[in-house]
Structures are given as structure tokens and as C-alpha cells.
């Protein structure tokens, strides 16, 4: 069956400007969440959907990061007015439930900012 | 643990050893943790979990101990094989609260034929 989906694989864009990174969930999963991993470093958690519930954002490093997930299923994260320091790469993850279950990860977005 | 950034800690092994990775993980209301290899350009792949009511759980050449007194999670691979060179992650969660898995600096595995 498919995994986690992300796209696009890379994006390269200028500071200033606003990205919006994709991520298609595993079918069935009702858990969906977003980390970031900088350059030689684990992750950092960023935001949890978790079905209707409303999403836990206290990983957001600031209001230029948002993100929504539309149906239960896809989610997207936005990035306004990007910044040098946002070059990570952007990894989705999600769950059959959320909390004690196993996480699988897309081969996330690899974003750079000139 | 602290990121130690670019400078990972690195295992090497000879293939056909067993390997031991370690990890202290950081809150001890941690009740579910997770190891994840991650290999240049992929995401993390889920390798094997445990729960805090067991101290060891094993998989296919791999094994798992838990030991919450000190709070020190280790990942043991049996015949190490050159596809097994990778960066490992230890990552703990709570099943209750904030759902979030919190990750260790990752150690990389480097297998010499």
C-alpha cells in the first residue's frame, strides 16, 4: 500500500516569500503530524492533527508558520514570508491513532531559502 | 540529549558484528518509545517500538531494551549488514497529552565490508 506522501521534494525559493508544502497521509489514519530537521539534526516536532480535534501547535516557532488539514486527510503547511533560517527539510508523519502508535514518515520537503 | 549537529556520534562495525546503539532519553513519564533508521535523502523508517511495561522486545535482528530506572533505551542488530549503515534515532512519546514524539540527535551506523 502507499506511505506517507509528500510534494514537492525539493523547493527552492527566494526570502521573502510564501511556500505551502503538501502531505498525503497513509489511508485510514487519523493521526497526521509535521516535524522539521535541520541539517545533521533530529527532529523537531512542529504540529498534530488528530481527527476533528483541534490541532496542537505549540511546535510552531512562529505565526508565519500555519498549517491546515482539510477532510480528515491532506495536509498542507504554509510558511509566509520565508527566512533563511527556515531551510530544513519539512517531514510529515502519520498514525492509525495518535500517541503509542508508530509514526511513518514521508521523505519530506527539502526546502532552501536564498 | 543535546543536538551535537553535524558531528554525530558514529558507530563503526565490521560487517557480520552485532551493533549496539544507545540513547538516554530525557522525560521519565515517557511511557512509548520508537527507534527510527534514516538514510541520506529519506524519511525515518520505523524499525521497532516498546512500551514502558516491558524492558525487551525483539524483532528480526533486532532488539530492543528498556531500562526506565536510568533512563536508557538501547538498539541492538545482530549481523550487521552493510544496508544497515544509516543514522539511527531513538524517539519517545506519551500516550496520554501531548502526542508528539520527541527525538534523540541520532547516532550514525557505519558498516566496513
Known amino acids: 500500500g502507499a506511505g506517507v506522501s509528500q510534494s514537492p521534494s525539493n523547493k527552492v525559493t527566494e526570502k521573502g516569500k510564501d511556500v505551502e508544502l503538501r502531505c498525503d497521509p497513509i489511508?485510514?489514519?487519523?493521526?497526521l503530524y509535521w516535524y522539521r530537521q535541520s541539517l545533521g539534526q533530529g527532529l523537531e516536532f512542529l504540529i498534530y492533527?488528530?481527527?476533528?480535534?483541534?490541532?496542537?501547535k505549540s511546535g510552531l516557532p512562529s505565526d508565519r508558520f500555519s498549517a491546515e488539514r482539510t477532510g480528515g486527510s491532506v495536509s498542507t503547511l504554509t510558511i509566509q514570508r520565508t527566512q533563511q533560517e527556515d531551510s530544513a527539510v519539512y517531514l510529515c508523519?502519520?498514525?492509525?491513532?495518535?500517541?503509542?502508535?508508530?509514526?511513518?514518515f514521508g521523505d519530506g520537503t527539502r526546502l532552501s531559502i536564498l | 540529549g543535546e543536538s551535537v549537529g553535524l558531528h554525530l556520534p558514529t558507530l563503526s562495525v565490521q560487517e557480520g558484528d552485532n551493533s549496539i546503539i544507545n540513547c538516554a532519553y530525557s522525560?521519565?513519564?515517557?511511557?512509548?518509545f520508537i527507534w527510527y533508521k534514516q538514510e541520506s535523502g529519506k524519511g525515518p523508517q520505523f524499525i521497532i517500538d516498546?512500551?514502558?511495561?516491558?524492558d525487551k522486545r525483539q524483532g528480526q535482528r533486532v532488539t530492543v531494551l528498556l531500562n526506565k530506572t536510568v533512563k536508557h533505551l538501547s538498539l541492538q542488530i545482530a549481523a550487521t549488514q552493510p544496508g544497515d549503515s544509516a543514522v539511527y534515532f531513538c524517539?519517545?512519546?506519551?500516550?496520554?497529552?501531548?502526542?508528539?514524539?520527541?527525538f534523540g540527535s541520532g547516532t550514525r551506523l557505519q558498516v566496513q565490508p
Open positions: 508523519a502519520s498514525s492509525l491513532a495518535g500517541g503509542g502508535e508508530p509514526q511513518h
Open positions: 489511508s485510514g489514519h487519523t493521526a
Open positions: 492533527f488528530q481527527g476533528n480535534s483541534a490541532p496542537d
Open positions: 522525560n521519565s513519564a515517557s511511557d512509548y
Open positions: 516498546i512500551r514502558s511495561n516491558m
Open positions: 524517539a519517545e512519546n506519551m500516550d496520554t497529552g501531548r502526542r508528539a514524539l520527541t
